[in-house]
């Protein structure tokens, strides 16, 4: 299992929504908080991120980038 996360530019995010409706995992949201263009911008709001890169994909600002690892995963000896 791929966990993921990322990081957002806010000052370069101007809200058009496009990486919400991309996201599979519900993960993101509009920040209540002002950039300073005066654009909400998009931030996480859970932990759920596989960093599957949808959001940075459609991102027409190249506003959002993408970090993976792998989870941690129980030793396959130990799960028999
Ligand atoms: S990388 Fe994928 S799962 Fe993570 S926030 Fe972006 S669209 Fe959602
Ligand atoms: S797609 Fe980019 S510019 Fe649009 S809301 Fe998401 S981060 Fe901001």
């Keep these: 299992m791929i966990r993921g996360t ?3 530019a806010t000052d370069i995010c101007k ?3 496009l990486c919400i409706s991309a ?3 519900d993960c993101l949201e509009m ?5 300073a263009k005066s654009y909400h ?6 932990d759920t991120c ?15 980038t993408v ?6 995963t ?7």
């Excluded at 596989?50 to 959002?64: F, L």
């Design 15 to 17: 809200a058009c929504e």
């Design 67 to 72: 970090y993976r690892q792998a989870k941690p």
């Design 41 to 46: 911008y998009v931030q996480l709001k859970n």
């Design 23 to 25: 996201c599979p995992q």
């Design 31 to 35: 920040s209540p908080n002002l950039n």
């Design 50 to 64: 596989t960093g599957c890169v949808n959001c940075a994909i459609v991102c027409p600002d190249s506003a959002i």
């Design 74 to 80: 129980t030793p396959k000896s130990a799960a028999v």
């Design 6 to 8: 990322i990081i957002v």
